[in-house]
């Protein structure tokens, strides 16, 4: 995923600092442990491929992710700030998905979860 820098006044270190300019998905390196995953772009879901991830919320420590789980997801569904900070716990690398590859990601389950049951009902 490409990265382009949001003109636009200070932002805290809890905000987006970076705008995607394309709508693929990608996996990137998280970097060293230490490194702030988040701040991203709002409407980015993301999770680990490899590596853990650690999940705080005001300094204290809430729980560390691995691959199979993901973050991001309430400011994907309902478009609010992040509620916690991400941090690499270990070398990391990380899927995302932006807001328009979820919906439709999402649309197209649903059209095809209602096929399938009209299809039964019909039978």
């Given at each position: 995923m490409r990265y382009k820098h949001t003109p636009g006044p200070p932002r805290?270190?809890?905000?987006?600092?970076?705008?995607?300019t394309t709508s693929t998905n990608s996996e990137?390196?998280?970097g060293a442990p230490g490194r702030t995953v988040v701040p991203l772009p709002l409407g980015v879901l993301m999770g680990p491929t490899e590596g853990q991830v650690e999940v705080?919320?005001?300094?204290?420590?809430?729980?560390q992710m691995g691959p199979g789980k993901v973050f991001g997801e309430l400011a994907?569904?309902?478009n609010c700030q992040r509620t916690a900070t991400i941090k690499a716990a270990t070398d990391c690398k990380l899927f995302a998905i932006e807001r328009?590859?979820?919906?439709?990601?999402m649309m197209?389950?649903?059209?095809?979860?209602?096929?399938?049951?009209?299809?039964?009902?019909?039978?």
């Open positions: 805290d270190h809890k905000r987006a600092t970076r705008t995607p990137e390196a998280c705080s919320k005001d300094g204290r420590t809430l729980s994907i569904l309902y328009q590859c979820f919906q439709t990601i197209r389950t649903g059209l095809q979860k209602q096929a399938e049951y009209t299809a039964f009902l019909k039978r």
